[in-house]
């Protein structure tokens, strides 16, 4: 008889999970509150608009394609990817915009063009982050902890010294290269976590060399093509969802998970995995403090928190020649847009922004002749800014459509809006329990990664294990599908110790 493993949450990290272990031999449960999966990955489809309304980035592909692959399936049946050249514009208040392309001849020539010693230092600071990366990839990203021992071992503090953590990215990045937009344009994605890039260990400058030596990629049909994709492979394996189920608890028994509580039954399973993020799980799920350990609500409340994202999703009944899939444009002082956000906790004075047009890979996300805008703003979390009633929404709706207006060449935007929607953190905190609608969950401190992150498997019972942003490895997709990964991993040393486990 199969052995039973219900996964809690069909976000991408519990798809994942729930892909490997169906895939492994056992009966997988897929639970999820909402109708449709996908946590955040999720979708809005209206009006003949389509608009994912979390991630929009595809990094390391291969991360996405590998749980196909490993499953015996092509993964271009599931989740057709197109390379995104010029990958990223970046617009700045005074200065010249900057176009970014993995093409490394058309890199250097923009790079030259502002001076040969910044060409240089650029590329001398992606040698020493490619590096550092290799070595967090071997040595950390791709491990998990149980003890101490784990990582408090000769060749893991080694390791740990070469990653040169100590400084913050943005201090990292400026020993480099000069020009004030070429620091901006390397810093700021440490935003993509939820961290401040005046603060966030430098090891987090491995996201722009990422970006730019692995390509952004585009998937047809937007970002929950995944979702989709990876729903169908689930089924066609023999899994069983539950959509629509809300789990209220997280059962044990004799310090062991014996499953969970939903729709006011017991529902019982050899083994656990928590795709819900892991502060939520822990006050909301295992509601006991003593089947907790130390993860009390002081210290659940101690913890360091991700910012929040403001986002907007805007049809538009007008096509905008030459646009950009992705662009970026900086607060005219991109220092204090981050105090506002991480210090000052207010709704930016002078926010930065980022701008998604999918329509210009695939103009199937909205009607023909159509645009399909959505505008992303770092904000803070709940517990530090939640002034997000429908006066305070109109008001920064406003103010953002100004500087659209003023900073982009979207200047008659609001003569074209014919479909908007938006999400405010405390949508991120009801609808997909995001603790403190913290979009990326734990913020990513020195003393909050690693083995100082929660860990895949609890340490304080046997047979439940945690994937998501706020576990081992972090946040972003494929780093939230290598938690999954690690999860999987965890469970199959515990069920199978004579096995080798590769994955």
Same mark, same amino acid.
């Given at each position: 008889?199969?052995?039973?493993?219900?996964?809690?949450?069909?976000?991408?990290?519990?798809?994942?999970?729930?892909?490997?272990?169906?895939?492994?031999?056992?009966?997988?449960?897929?639970?999820?509150?909402?109708?449709?999966?996908?946590?955040?990955?999720?979708?809005?489809?209206?009006?003949?608009?389509?608009?994912?309304?979390?991630?929009?980035?595809?990094?390391?592909?291969?991360?996405?394609?590998?749980?196909?692959?490993?499953?015996?399936?092509?993964?271009?049946?599931?989740?057709?990817?197109?390379?995104?050249?010029?990958?990223?514009?970046?617009?700045?208040?005074?200065?010249?915009?900057?176009?970014?392309?993995?093409?490394?001849?058309?890199?250097?020539?923009?790079?030259?063009?502002?001076?040969?010693?910044?060409?240089?230092?650029?590329?001398?600071?992606?040698?020493?982050?490619?590096?550092?990366?290799?070595?967090?990839?071997?040595?950390?990203?791709?491990?998990?902890?149980?003890?101490?021992?784990?990582?408090?071992?000769?060749?893991?503090?080694?390791?740990?010294?070469?990653?040169?953590?100590?400084?913050?990215?943005?201090?990292?990045?400026?020993?480099?290269?000069?020009?004030?937009?070429?620091?901006?344009?390397?810093?700021?994605?440490?935003?993509?976590?939820?961290?401040?890039?005046?603060?966030?260990?430098?090891?987090?400058?491995?996201?722009?060399?990422?970006?730019?030596?692995?390509?952004?990629?585009?998937?047809?049909?937007?970002?929950?093509?995944?979702?989709?994709?990876?729903?169908?492979?689930?089924?066609?394996?023999?899994?069983?969802?539950?959509?629509? #189920?809300? &789990?209220?608890? *997280?059962? $044990? %028994? !004799?310090?062991?998970?014996?499953? +969970?509580?939903?729709?006011?039954?017991?529902?019982?399973?050899?083994?656990?995995?928590?795709?819900?993020?892991?502060?939520?799980?822990?006050?909301?799920?295992?509601?006991?403090?003593?089947?907790?350990?130390?993860?009390?609500?002081?210290?659940?409340?101690?913890?360091?928190?991700?910012?929040?994202?403001?986002?907007?999703?805007?049809?538009?009944?007008?096509?905008?020649?030459? #646009?950009? &899939?992705?662009? *970026?444009? $900086? %607060? !005219?002082?991109?220092?204090?847009? +981050?105090?506002?956000?991480?210090?000052?906790?207010?709704?930016?004075?002078?926010?930065?922004?980022?701008?998604?047009?999918?329509?210009?890979?695939?103009?199937?996300?909205?009607?023909?002749?159509?645009?399909?805008?959505?505008?992303?703003?770092?904000?803070?979390?709940?517990?530090?800014?939640?002034?997000?009633?429908?006066?305070?929404?109109?008001?920064?709706?406003?103010?953002?459509?100004?500087?659209?207006?003023?900073?982009?060449?979207?200047?008659?935007?609001?003569?074209?809006?014919?479909?908007?929607?938006?999400?405010?953190?405390?949508?991120?905190?009801?609808?997909?329990?995001?603790?403190?609608?913290?979009?990326?969950?734990?913020?990513?401190?020195?003393?909050?990664?690693?083995?100082?992150?929660?860990?895949?498997?609890?340490?304080?019972?046997?047979?439940?294990?945690?994937?998501?942003?706020?576990?081992?490895?972090?946040?972003?997709?494929?780093?939230?599908?290598?938690?999954?990964?690690?999860?999987?991993?965890?469970?199959?040393?515990?069920?199978?110790?004579?096995?080798?486990?590769?994955?």
């Amino acid at each position: 008889m199969k052995k039973k493993v219900i996964v809690v949450g069909a976000g991408v990290g519990g798809m994942t999970a729930a892909i490997q272990l169906q895939q492994q031999g056992y009966q997988v449960d897929l639970y999820d509150k909402n109708k449709k999966p996908g946590g955040k990955m999720n979708q809005i489809k209206e009006d003949g608009y389509t608009f994912d309304i979390g991630p929009t980035i595809v990094m390391m592909p291969e991360v996405y394609q590998d749980v196909f692959r490993q499953a015996g399936r092509n993964s271009d049946d599931y989740i057709p990817m197109t390379p995104i050249e010029p990958m990223l514009n970046l617009y700045f208040a005074k200065e010249e915009p900057l176009q970014f392309s993995s093409d490394l001849t058309k890199l250097t020539k923009t790079l030259e063009g502002i001076s040969e010693a910044d060409a240089q230092g650029y590329y001398k600071f992606l040698a020493d982050i490619y590096q550092r990366y290799l070595i967090a990839k071997d040595n950390f990203l791709s491990r998990s902890y149980r003890k101490p021992w784990d990582f408090y071992n000769p060749k893991s503090l080694m390791q740990g010294l070469r990653l040169k953590t100590f400084s913050n990215a943005y201090a990292s990045i400026s020993k480099y290269v000069k020009d004030e937009r070429l620091r901006k344009s390397l810093a700021f994605q440490t935003l993509y976590i939820g961290i401040s890039p005046y603060q966030g260990p430098s090891l987090y400058n491995i996201i722009p060399m990422i970006e730019l030596f692995y390509g952004v990629q585009f998937i047809k049909g937007g970002m929950y093509t995944l979702v989709n994709g990876m729903d169908r492979l689930f089924k066609e394996l023999g899994g069983t969802t539950h959509y629509g #189920s809300e &789990v209220s608890e *997280i059962t $044990f %028994a !004799d310090q062991q998970a014996t499953g +969970i509580k939903v729709d006011g039954k017991q529902e019982t399973a050899d083994y656990v995995i928590c795709n819900a993020d892991f502060p939520y799980a822990m006050k909301n799920l295992i509601p006991n403090e003593k089947d907790r350990g130390k993860y009390t609500d002081k210290k659940i409340d101690k913890m360091e928190y991700s910012c929040s994202c403001f986002v907007m999703y805007l049809g538009l009944d007008k096509k905008y020649p030459d #646009s950009a &899939v992705h662009s *970026i444009y $900086f %607060a !005219d002082d991109f220092k204090k847009n +981050i105090a506002d956000i991480f210090e000052n906790h207010i709704f930016p004075a002078d926010p930065s922004f980022y701008i998604y047009l999918p329509t210009v890979m695939d103009q199937s996300l909205a009607p023909e002749g159509h645009e399909g805008m959505y505008i992303l703003v770092p904000v803070p979390d709940t517990e530090n800014f939640n002034q997000w009633d429908a006066e305070d929404i109109a008001k920064y709706k406003a103010m953002i459509l100004d500087k659209i207006k003023t900073k982009t060449d979207f200047k008659d935007i609001e003569d074209h809006i014919v479909f908007e929607r938006e999400n405010t953190p405390r949508d991120f905190e009801t609808k997909y329990n995001a603790y403190r609608g913290a979009t990326f969950g734990l913020k990513p401190t020195l003393m909050q990664s690693n083995y100082y992150r929660p860990h895949n498997k609890f340490k304080y019972a046997e047979r439940l294990y945690f994937c998501g942003s706020s576990t081992h490895p972090g946040a972003g997709v494929p780093i939230v599908m290598q938690s999954a990964n690690l999860a999987v991993k965890e469970l199959l040393r515990d069920d199978q110790p004579n096995e080798t486990v590769t994955r």
